[in-house]
């Protein structure tokens, strides 16, 4: 599971936002382990504490801001005065300090309060039970298997099994037209991968994927994409909806334009698979060929910005 995640960034915890941290969250909060000493957080809590240092500076500002304010009506006693110059002081350090999750120094052992259903995921040696797992889209999975060859799939007996599982999740019916939706996310999706993004659920923002130069621990996804096809049912007020909502978390918007083969074309490639000592991944290969793919970079025009 974590190394699907950590070369590649494939998945998603179930029980985490996307690196699946619940073990180690949950190992540090009921403190299952003493060697940890409180130092190995998982993302979650960092986010949680900086947070935290965040709403405690607000106020702190906030008291600050009122004090000055106080001195330039010439209204501050000798105390406030006092009060203000510790504030100045303490907002200097807040500026400039870092995440840090030291452990007391006293030693002093921090009680823990154990839920009830946290008596359900604790053995009877006091190890936590791996509830947690790794989820997969079907584009990932599809990928893992026919192009990385990474993972087993169990009651799939086939590549072209798999295939046809997938691309009947789109379809109600058990044969794949040349337009199934999962082979037109598919196309869109190795062709980012295999140009060295690393590809993510867009649904958050509307779209398809979104793309990483790195991945999700180091930067934020620079661009969104939404699949099309010359089927797709997209109006100018539907795409501009998309483009605003984009924009306005400093992200560039991609229409990926999928041309896919002839019904007539992909079902002769597919009657191949009746053959003998025929391999499916090459099969397979021949047919993702015929599909064709263009990216357009959608921009909003805005009068105020692009004034001459």
Same mark, same amino acid.
């Given at each position: 599971?974590?190394?699907?995640?950590?070369?590649?960034?494939?998945?998603?915890?179930?029980?985490?936002?996307?690196?699946?941290?619940?073990?180690?969250?949950?190992?540090?909060?009921?403190?299952?382990?003493?060697?940890?000493?409180?130092?190995?957080?998982?993302?979650?809590?960092?986010?949680?504490?900086?947070?935290?240092?965040?709403?405690?500076?607000?106020?702190?500002?906030?008291?600050?801001?009122?004090?000055?304010?106080?001195?330039?009506?010439?209204?501050?006693?000798?105390?406030?005065?006092?009060?203000?110059?510790?504030?100045?002081?303490?907002?200097?350090?807040?500026?400039?300090?870092?995440?840090?999750?030291?452990?007391?120094?006293?030693?002093?052992?921090?009680?823990?309060?154990?839920?009830?259903?946290?008596?359900?995921?604790?053995?009877?040696?006091?190890?936590?039970?791996?509830?947690?797992?790794?989820?997969?889209?079907?584009?990932?999975?599809?990928?893992? =298997?026919?192009?990385?060859?990474? !993972? *087993?799939?169990?009651?799939?007996?086939?590549? $072209?099994?798999?295939? @046809? %599982?997938?691309?009947?999740?789109?379809?109600?019916?058990?044969?794949?037209?040349?337009?199934?939706?999962?082979?037109?996310?598919?196309?869109?999706?190795?062709?980012?991968?295999?140009?060295?993004?690393?590809?993510?659920?867009?649904?958050?923002?509307?779209?398809?994927?979104?793309?990483?130069?790195?991945?999700?621990?180091?930067?934020?996804?620079?661009?969104?994409?939404?699949?099309?096809?010359?089927?797709?049912?997209?109006?100018?007020?539907?795409?501009?909806?998309?483009?605003?909502?984009?924009?306005?978390?400093?992200?560039?918007?991609?229409?990926?334009?999928?041309?896919?083969?002839?019904?007539?074309?992909?079902?002769?490639?597919?009657? =191949?698979?009746?053959?003998?000592? !025929? *391999?499916?991944?090459?099969?397979?290969?021949? $047919?993702?060929?015929? @599909? %064709?793919?263009?990216?357009?970079?959608?921009?909003?025009?805005?009068?105020?910005?692009?004034?001459?």
């Amino acid at each position: 599971m974590l190394k699907l995640w950590r070369q590649g960034f494939f998945g998603k915890g179930i029980l985490s936002r996307s690196e699946p941290t619940w073990e180690k969250r949950t190992i540090t909060r009921l403190n299952l382990d003493n060697s940890n000493n409180g130092k190995d957080l998982a993302m979650e809590d960092i986010t949680k504490k900086r947070r935290e240092e965040r709403k405690f500076f607000k106020l702190e500002r906030a008291r600050f801001q009122e004090l000055e304010l106080k001195k330039r009506q010439g209204i501050i006693t000798d105390e406030e005065v006092e009060e203000m110059n510790k504030l100045e002081i303490q907002l200097t350090e807040l500026r400039k300090i870092q995440v840090r999750f030291d452990k007391q120094e006293n030693g002093e052992v921090k009680e823990i309060h154990i839920r009830d259903e946290d008596e359900d995921i604790i053995t009877e040696n006091g190890e936590l039970l791996p509830l947690e797992f790794l989820q997969l889209q079907e584009v990932e999975t599809f990928f893992l =298997k026919f192009a990385l060859q990474r !993972i *087993d799939i169990v009651n799939v007996d086939s590549l $072209l099994d798999l295939f @046809y %599982k997938c691309c009947s999740h789109h379809s109600f019916s058990p044969i794949p037209t040349s337009n199934n939706q999962f082979i037109i996310e598919y196309i869109a999706y190795h062709y980012f991968r295999t140009n060295g993004w690393c590809v993510r659920s867009g649904i958050k923002f509307g779209t398809d994927f979104l793309l990483y130069k790195r991945g999700p621990p180091f930067t934020h996804a620079e661009f969104c994409v939404l699949v099309m096809t010359k089927d797709s049912k997209y109006d100018w007020f539907q795409i501009a909806a998309k483009a605003r909502v984009i924009g306005s978390v400093k992200k560039a918007f991609v229409l990926c334009y999928i041309e896919y083969p002839t019904q007539e074309e992909f079902d002769q490639i597919l009657q =191949k698979q009746n053959e003998e000592d !025929i *391999d499916h991944g090459l099969l397979l290969k021949e $047919l993702l060929s015929k @599909y %064709k793919i263009s990216e357009v970079i959608y921009k909003r025009w805005n009068p105020s910005r692009t004034r001459d």
